[in-house]
């Protein structure tokens, strides 16, 4: 029996994050049930509820769906966000890759230690003006189009705004030599479901603070345990380091 | 103008290792060109070759790809390795994500030094054997067919066998308390296309060995 999908996460954004903005944009409901506790997360495992023991965890049409991607490209081809053929999902899936990397690169600012935060902040600035914004500022010129795939909302727009507003926390005029993306960002904006996401009281998560941080049921390890891809229970450690493997 | 598919990479497994694995599999033919010097990294990244001025990079239908996970759903869903439905394809998903992130960890090995080397060594048999065998050995004990979705042959078998044959170099033993693992290992790896494959003389590469890590390094300018 299927209800509203329901998301098994942190109240925070985290990895969840992009499958909540897509689930938005979608215009599809959704619960959620937070991981609060470390017994929250071992209840959950020993229920037999994760998969491969981590979070995110989406209960959708009688699945218990995990891995971040999977689950994003599953919402993407059920809500026609994907494009219309293989081509376009190609493209989409190209476009979306690049942004989720610079979003990791983001995300994962937030657990490092204070001395390598800042040397980190001044990559992915480096990063965003100079490998990924350049690409898709690109994109839009070359076909004007009002969205990156086929002349057609999808799920690469939604990722793409995400990741716009991730960096604009990170340095609020990134935006300034890229007059495609800032008026990209002003028009997906103002799609209804977008907009109704990004008003007070809606589920969007606010930017990971330190109590998040502090009381995280997994607390994060040190920089040096990460390389070395150890004891982790959500994915973002088991993924490659967002921030050695960005060459 | 479609040719055969046309690789670019450096001479070595890394992230390319997948692809070669998935086309393999599939029965399609293709080429390869190799990164050996920092110049020729430098003019694909002039000649705008690069999205995100990255490898791998694979010329396939008119396009340029990048970005692993791209191109191996693009030619999962080509070759039809990706299930009948959108919820076979979301089983595929999370069983190749699973193995992707096993693999990931060995694909950090050789360029770790000697002591991260054998600590990473015990979490990836550690992984291997609690967290990710135990997965696909109950798929397979559950519904009892020869492939791990829809019972049809598709990537996520393709990448589990690859998977598993890259944990036991590091352990040839790992498979012993998994005997559907073991059947399956048999059955995928005597799939003609893939039997060929595992040949010598393939193209499939040999595990890193320093001379692999050098060129990296030296290609991408990767000093760590």
């Not at chain 1, 727009?157 to 990170?170: G, S, T, Y």
């Amino acid at each position: 029996m299927a209800g509203k999908p329901k998301l098994h996460y942190t109240k925070g954004r985290g990895k969840m994050e992009s499958i909540r903005w897509l689930l938005a944009a979608a215009g599809v409901e959704f619960e959620e049930q937070f991981v609060e506790t470390k017994e929250d997360l071992e209840k959950l495992r020993k229920d037999g509820h994760l998969l491969f023991q981590q979070v995110p965890m989406v209960e959708i049409d009688g699945m218990k769906m995990v891995q971040t991607r999977a689950i994003l490209s599953y919402i993407a081809g059920k809500y026609n966000l994907y494009g219309k053929d293989l081509k376009d999902r190609a493209l989409i899936d190209m476009y979306v890759e690049g942004t989720t990397d610079l979003m990791g690169m983001i995300m994962y600012l937030a657990f490092q230690p204070p001395d390598a935060k800042e040397k980190n902040l001044a990559l992915i600035i480096e990063r965003a003006t100079t490998r990924y914004f350049p690409v898709y500022e690109k994109v839009l010129k070359d076909h004007g189009q009002e969205f990156l795939v086929g002349n057609h909302v999808s799920w690469a727009d939604v990722h793409l705004l995400e990741a716009i507003l991730m960096a604009e926390e990170c340095k609020p005029d990134i935006l300034s030599p890229f007059p495609q993306l800032k008026a990209f960002k002003g028009r997906i904006s103002n799609i209804p479901t977008i907009k109704k996401f990004l008003q007070p009281g809606s589920q969007r998560k606010p930017p990971a603070d330190d109590k998040f941080i502090a009381e995280s049921p997994d607390a994060p390890l040190k920089l040096s345990e990460h390389r070395g891809e150890t004891e982790c229970t959500t994915e973002r450690c088991s993924k490659k380091n967002p921030m050695i493997g960005r060459m | 103008m479609t040719g055969i598919p046309k690789l670019c990479y450096f001479n070595g497994r890394g992230k390319m290792e997948s692809i070669r694995w998935l086309l393999a599999a599939a029965g399609v033919e293709f080429q390869e060109e190799f990164l050996e010097t920092r110049e020729q990294f430098e003019k694909l990244l002039q000649d705008g070759a690069l999205l995100f001025q990255q490898v791998p990079l694979v010329e396939i239908d008119g396009m340029k790809m990048v970005q692993t996970r791209a191109i191996l759903s693009y030619l999962a869903a080509k070759y039809n390795l990706y299930g009948k439905d959108l919820k076979e394809r979301a089983l595929i998903d999370m069983y190749v994500e699973g193995t992707t992130d096993l693999m990931g960890l060995i694909l950090m090995c050789p360029f770790l030094s000697s002591e991260e080397k054998e600590k990473q060594h015990t979490v990836i048999i550690q992984k291997a054997t609690n967290r990710y065998f135990p997965v696909y050995e109950k798929v397979l004990k559950d519904h009892r067919q020869n492939f791990l979705v829809g019972n049809q042959f598709s990537w996520a078998d393709v990448h589990l066998l690859e998977a598993i044959l890259m944990v036991e170099e590091k352990n040839s033993s790992v498979l012993s308390e998994f005997p559907q693992l073991q059947a399956f290992k048999a059955r995928i790896s005597n799939i003609p296309t893939i039997k060929k494959f595992l040949e010598p003389g393939s193209q499939r590469k040999p595990v890193p060995d320093d001379k692999y890590v050098e060129t990296v390094r030296r290609v991408l300018q990767m000093y760590f």
